[in-house]
């Protein structure tokens, strides 16, 4: 008998150039087969008319915990991952306190345990306490656990830190992902440019992210660590991402909904739910991004899932914090962006969100092999479906696409082997 076997389903697995209908058989948290099964299924899915995928890998989720759990948990944000069609997502350790150490590495995995829906791999931080000075016990974290390290919420400003985080991180073999953002250059609330001057906003220029990005290109090439961009927003840093990967660097790049959807016309509402770091910039730099993303410059989708509390999110657009929520109608989000427009098919899309993010993270995750981990989603690409944030398996609420009708959910999760979700 097989534990769960999905029929007839289109399988779709960039990791192997897979594009068939055709069956797929589980066992013991493990796929078995790809194609006729042998025998019958203990639980049988039948797929027809959908797609049977990779588990989504998401690398940039904010869990909140610990130090803000009234705006989200890893529980919580695990339960939204796989409602979302997401198996696995990374936890930032911008926490309270941050995730510098070996015991916060710990805490996470074990938080993630006691909640068994998605895996949540913890990321480190960089520097002790994020304060961007002194590198962190890394090393420890890597014993630990930790599958990248980031102080994201913030760059790392100084060149000299910089360069020796990445020869650390290195010498340890983990990827270093950055926020792209000079301190000098920040301290706005939005995107510079004529609609900030409109609103009496102050501005936050693309090139505050440009110059921190060619700096760490000349480091990268100096030190040959792996480099990761965190949350691209201007037309400007594809380029340079698109010409550091003609140069052999090893640069790898990610894009989140809100950057490919929306550009800084909507702060016109003076709604925070529009107000994010890096800012939503121009049509202009929305259009690079999504090529960026089609010609596979930009490896990555990520939400930079970034819950706050309804409180902090009314007060006034110059006042609120930066972020929002998208784990629960991520996928759909970027179909709209990237299949709706004509720029990219199922199986580029899926690859971005699994192929492209395993590739960083060094295992066995983002496919479809036999005796891979069985980390499956089940989309029905046709289905049309209103985002509703009361719904949503996050706590926090602060989100710009409620109401919003889009196209393809996830109907099944399957994480090791276990169905986590179902619609
Ligand atoms: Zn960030
Ligand atoms: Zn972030």
């Known amino acids: 008998m097989i534990d769960i076997l999905i029929t007839n389903g289109r399988v779709i697995d960039p990791a192997n150039g897979v594009d068939q209908i055709c069956d797929v058989s589980i066992n013991k948290g ?81 938080r993630a345990a006691e909640a068994d829906l998605a895996r949540v791999l913890p990321a480190g931080c960089l520097t002790k ?31 000299a830190v910089m360069q020796r985080a990445l020869q650390y991180t290195k010498l340890i073999g983990l990827p270093l992902l950055q926020h792209c953002q000079d301190s000098d250059l920040a301290g706005g609330s939005m995107n510079s440019g004529a609609v900030a001057v409109r609103l009496g906003l102050s501005g936050m220029a693309s090139s505050g992210e440009q110059i921190m990005l060619r700096r760490d290109l000349e480091l990268v090439e100096r030190t040959g660590a792996r480099y990761h ?39 016109m509402s003076y709604d925070p739910n529009y107000k994010m770091n890096p800012p939503l910039r121009s049509a202009d730099d929305v259009e ?6 089609a010609d596979g410059t930009i490896d990555c989708l990520a939400t930079d899932h970034a819950p706050h509390s309804t409180e902090e999110k009314e007060l006034e657009f110059g006042l609120a914090p930066f972020g929002i929520i998208s784990l629960d109608c991520a996928m759909a989000l970027y179909a709209k962006a990237l299949i709706g427009s004509g720029l990219m098919g199922w199986p580029g899309l899926i690859d971005r969100m699994s192929a492209g993010p395993a590739k960083l993270l060094d295992g066995s995750l983002g496919q479809i ?36 009708k889009l196209k393809g959910r996830a109907v099944t999760t399957i994480v090791g082997g276990q169905i986590k979700f179902s619609l």
Not at 49 to 61: E, N, Q, Y
Not at 138 to 157: C, P, S
Not at 288 to 293: P, S, T
């Open 30 to 110: 493990k796929i078995t087969g790809i194609g006729k099964p042998r025998g019958k299924g203990k639980e049988t899915i039948d797929a027809a008319g959908k797609i049977v995928a990779p588990g989504l890998i998401d690398l940039h989720v904010h869990c909140r915990e610990p130090g803000h759990e009234e705006e989200e948990t890893i529980a919580t944000a695990s339960a939204a991952a796989v409602a979302g069609g997401f198996t696995t997502i990374c936890a930032m350790p911008n926490t309270h306190p941050p995730q510098d150490d070996e015991r916060a590495v710990q805490y996470v995995i074990q």
């Open 129 to 159: 306490n994020r304060t961007g000075e002194e590198l962190a016990e890394m090393g420890m974290m890597r014993e630990a656990g930790a599958v990248a390290f980031t102080d994201d919420g913030d760059g790392i400003n100084s060149s």
């Open 229 to 267: 961009v965190m949350h691209v927003s201007s037309a400007g840093s594809v380029e340079l991402i698109r010409q550091a990967k003609a140069d052999g660097l090893p640069v790898t790049a990610e894009a989140t909904p809100h950057h490919l959807l929306l550009t800084d016309a909507a702060c």
């Open 288 to 293: 690079a991004l999504r090529a960026g993303v």
């Open 369 to 404: 092999s036999v005796r891979s981990e069985a980390d499956v989603v089940i989309i029905d690409p046709k289905t049309r479906w209103t985002v509703n944030v009361n719904k949503f398996a996050s706590i926090s609420r602060n989100c710009p696409y409620h109401g919003w």
